[in-house]
Nanobody, 115 residues
Framework: VQLVESGGGLVQPGGSLRLSCAASGFTFSSSVMSWYRQAPGKERELVASITSTGGITNYADSMKDRFTISRDNAKNTVYLQMNSLKAEDTAVYYC?????????WGKGTLVTVSL
């Protein structure tokens, strides 16, 4: 299993970024995918998840109105569109796939929201 995140960077408050996660090594089109994030000094938290067909999405309350998770099964890629970014969104964002009790993680992509 390989998960490779990209798209992070420095953005001003109120700005937008789109993260991508390229997946391989498993049947992506049959798998629930998720984004997590970990801010400095804090525990990793769920940002959003999406079912295999993209028909159902789930978001953390604080991100529900600003973030959108989507996927392209033809490209084995899951996306996270982040709008109206705030300083508190600064974190390393991780792509996640789980099989039973086993979690697979990418290396993460850093998002910094600052002037």
């Amino acid at each position: 299993v390989q998960l490779v995140e990209s798209g992070g960077g420095l953005v001003q408050p109120g700005g937008s970024l789109r993260l991508s996660c390229a997946a391989s090594g498993f049947t992506f089109s049959s798998s629930v995918m998720s984004w997590y994030r970990q801010a400095p000094g804090k525990e990793r938290e769920l940002v959003a998840s999406i079912t295999s067909t993209g028909g159902i999405t789930n978001y953390a309350d604080s991100m529900k109105d600003r973030f959108t998770i989507s996927r392209d099964n033809a490209k084995n890629t899951v996306y996270l569109q982040m709008n109206s970014l705030k300083a508190e969104d600064t974190a390393v964002y991780y792509c996640n796939y789980h099989w039973g009790w086993v979690n697979y993680w990418g290396k993460g992509t850093l998002v910094t929201v600052s002037l």
